[in-house]
């Protein structure tokens, strides 16, 4: 897969005009988007249309965790208006996980991924939560972050999901326990010396793919960017060999 391929521009915004503005201003540099709750919330899907009649791939982030049939309506609705990727909570279990590919059969170029620990939460986070690892002496502390979200992983490899989302730190992993073949989504990249954000396990994009990241979801170092082309092939020359 080629450097541009692997990288969506996340469209984190609240309103219609700035998303249209980094569309534009990107043109054919990026092909990739994503498209989370507060977007589509407050602009509704015509904005996923409007890319999709543009040419490029949308990554509907919905993170949907709910009884297995209002998730499949979900999907469907998503696979409906053209996107490429569709998340569900990878926590919300087989019978969700299963629903949602059921769904997505109808649409051959939709992938449903799971998302497995999301990228601000840390092992005490977990822990907050009664998720813990096999160990609590502090020195377990990342690996007990990295067993759930590979517990996850293999759960929703069980349930025919066709890959993950995770932090780069986990991607190595991931890519071991999956194989070759599923897609290994990777928010929380940020360019050397540039801002994590509130992702607490980040990494840059040149670190996630040759782990084992399938894409990197880039937002603000793109987006919030002066010159976000220029900075978009920031992101695309870390990619390369």
Known sequence: MEPTSRIIVALDFDNRRAADEVVDRLGEEC?????????????????????????????????????????????????????????????????????AVAAARDFPRLRVLALTVVTSMTSSDLADIGVTGSTETSAATSTSTEEQVLRLARLAEGAGCHGVIASPQEAGALRGVLGSNALIVTPGVALPGGSAGEHARSG???????????????GRSVTRAADPVAAFRLVRADLEP
């Open 204 to 218: 840059t994009p040149g670190a996630a793919v040759a782990a084992g990241a399938s894409h990197v979801v880039v």
């Open 31 to 99: 092909r990739f988007y994503k498209v989370g709750l507060e977007l589509l919330t407050a602009v509704g899907p015509g904005l996923i249309e409007d890319l999709v009649t543009k040419g490029k791939e949308v990554f509907l982030d919905l993170k949907l965790f709910e009884i297995p049939n209002s998730v499949a309506g979900a999907v469907r609705a998503a696979g409906a208006l053209g996107v490429s990727m569709v998340t569900v909570h990878a926590m919300g279990g087989t019978g969700i996980m299963a629903a």
